[in-house]
C-alpha cells in the first residue's frame, strides 16, 4: 500500500513498534497508526525530497519556511490518503468480483451433483 502502511502493519517493523509501546503508548500510537505515520512520513520526507507543493505568498524570514513545510506535508498526507481510498475501492471490486466468480462457481457444481 505505502510507507505507512508498511511501517504500522507489516511484521518488518513489529519489533519496533513493540519497542516503541504499540498502540498503548504515546510514541507506539505514533507508529501503529497507519494515518499517523503517514503525517510523520511527510513531515520528514518533504525536506528531505524538497516537495515543497505550497509556498506561503508572504515571505516572512522564520514563519514563511515553516509554513511552506507544514502545508505541504499536510499536502502530501492528504494526497496520499485519497489515494489510499481510491485503491481501496478498486481491492474491493476486486475482491467482489473472486466472491462473485466463486459463487457462480458453487452453483454451477451444486447443478452438475443434482442433475447426476
Known amino acids: ?10 511484521k518488518l517493523f513489529e519489533p519496533l513498534r513493540n519497542k516503541l509501546g504499540g498502540m498503548s503508548t504515546w510514541r507506539g500510537y505514533l507508529l501503529s ?11 520528514l520526507l518533504v525536506p528531505l525530497t524538497g516537495a515543497y507543493g505550497i509556498r506561503v ?3 516572512w524570514p522564520v ?3 515553516l509554513l511552506d513545510w507544514f502545508l ?3 499536502l502530501v498526507t492528504v494526497v496520499a490518503a485519497v489515494l489510499r481510498v481510491g485503491f ?9 468480483a473472486r466472491t462473485r466468480k466463486q459463487v ?11 442433475l447426476q
Open 63 to 65: 514563519i514563511s519556511p
Open 104 to 114: 457462480t462457481q458453487t452453483r454451477a457444481q451444486d447443478e452438475d451433483r443434482a
Open 33 to 43: 497508526c497507519a494515518y499517523c505515520a503517514s503525517h510523520w512520513l511527510a513531515f
Open 1 to 10: 500500500m505505502g510507507l505507512s502502511h508498511t511501517l504500522a502493519r507489516e
Open 72 to 74: 505541504s506535508s499536510i
Open 88 to 96: 481501496y475501492f478498486i481491492d474491493e471490486e476486486a475482491r467482489l
Open 57 to 59: 505568498a508572504p515571505r
